[in-house]
């Protein structure tokens, strides 16, 4: 079952299911997910608001900007193995085919270069 008196452009069709697992990520984020969204929440990056575990076409985006179409996903080392690699792809193919950017980082790249992050996501927003 679809969420239906919601904004479709927002969730894309995304099920309960979707928005019960969006809230209990959000009480178990990251470190990295935790610093990146002390620097994105409230507008802070460019007066653009993203919301946090958000979801979106049947996924949960770490982060989107609806505004700009934008997703942010951060990757633990996980996502470097083969069957994860092949999940992210086909989950990126299907978002960009609703016109969503995704962009990826490690969580490495979060943790010990936080403003190089934020400078290539500014790059995106303002090419």
Same mark, same amino acid.
């Given at each position: ?5 919601? !904004? ?13 697992? %969006?809230?209990?990520? /959000?009480?178990?984020?990251?470190? %990295? ?17 993203? /919301? /946090? ?7 949960? %985006? !770490? ?19 083969? !069957? ?12 960009? %085919? ?30």
């Amino acid at each position: 079952m679809t969420i239906s008196n919601m !904004d479709n452009t927002l969730f894309l069709g995304s099920s309960r299911k979707a928005f019960s697992n %969006a809230r209990e990520l /959000r009480k178990s984020m990251t470190e %990295a997910e935790v610093m990146l969204w002390e620097k994105l929440r409230n507008k802070k990056l460019k007066g653009l608001k993203f /919301r /946090r575990q958000h979801p979106i076409a049947g996924y949960i %985006a !770490d982060f989107y900007c609806h505004e700009i179409k934008l997703i942010i996903e951060l990757d633990g080392g996980i996502h470097d193995l083969p !069957d994860y690699k092949e999940h992210d792809e086909g989950r990126t193919f299907k978002l960009e %085919a609703s016109v969503i950017m995704v962009i990826r980082f490690k969580n490495d790249e979060v943790l010990y270069n936080i403003e190089e992050v934020l400078n290539r996501i500014i790059q995106i927003i303002e090419p």
